[in-house]
T-cell receptor
């Protein structure tokens, strides 16, 4: 079956680094997306990984291991505005996205 | 307008009523999607359209219908609303396959 797992909630301190993990089992795989969603708002795109390895984009990086069905989102130099939910989504062979339930990240001063 | 818009922002609806959620994008994207988001669950795809004139069923299509008469508009209709359709509905669009999706602000629907 199809399954995407993320931790429900994480807490981190302002200025620190946090890693949000995502594991997946899907019938097909084209790539993996990470989105950010602030409470009451729409999801917004963060990253898209197709190949294994680390993609860095400013304070945010995303890693993919296709053989392990694993990805993580790394957030550095955390700011209060990073408090949000982070959604992992796998793009299947038919280009439809299967979404994880999201990880709520709480940043403390 | 810039981007993707949805209407209404929120709605309380009596069970059994018909309701159409509107979605319009001005980015000339080919693909459009309707999702519902429920607490503790990931976004679930209701229906999608890869291009004007075509639609397809997603993961949870029952009780919903869509049309795509042109590139910009992708309305979602609940023919006879039921309480289990209480949810936040997001419309999204993308240039095509394997491209990031842009989301509208969402419609919060409550069916009583």
């Amino acid at each position: 079956g199809q399954n995407i797992d993320q931790p429900t909630e994480m807490t981190a301190t302002e200025g620190a680094i946090v890693q949000i993990n995502c594991t997946y089992q899907t019938s097909g795989f084209n790539g993996l997306f990470w989105y950010q969603q602030h409470a009451g708002e729409a999801p917004t795109f963060l990253s898209y990984n197709v190949l294994d390895g680390l993609e860095e984009k400013g304070r945010f990086s995303s890693f993919l291991s296709r053989s392990k069905g694993y990805s993580y989102l790394l957030l550095k130099e955390l700011q209060m505005k990073d408090s949000a939910s982070y959604l992992c989504a796998v793009e299947e062979s038919n280009y439809q996205l299967i979404w994880g339930a999201g990880t709520k990240l709480i940043i403390k001063p | 307008i810039a981007g993707i818009t949805q209407a209404p922002t929120s709605q309380i609806l009596a069970a059994g009523r018909r309701m159409t959620l509107r979605c319009t994008q001005d980015m000339r994207h080919n693909a459009m999607y309707w999702y519902r988001q429920d607490l503790g669950l990931g976004l679930r795809l209701i229906h999608y359209s890869n291009t004007a004139g075509t639609t397809g069923k997603g993961e949870v299509p029952d009780g919903y219908s869509v049309s795509r008469a042109n590139t910009d508009d992708f309305p979602l209709t609940l023919a006879s609303a039921v309480p289990s359709q209480t949810s936040v509905y997001f419309c999204a669009s993308s240039e095509g396959e394997a491209n990031e999706q842009f989301f509208g602000p969402g419609t919060r629907l409550t069916v009583l």
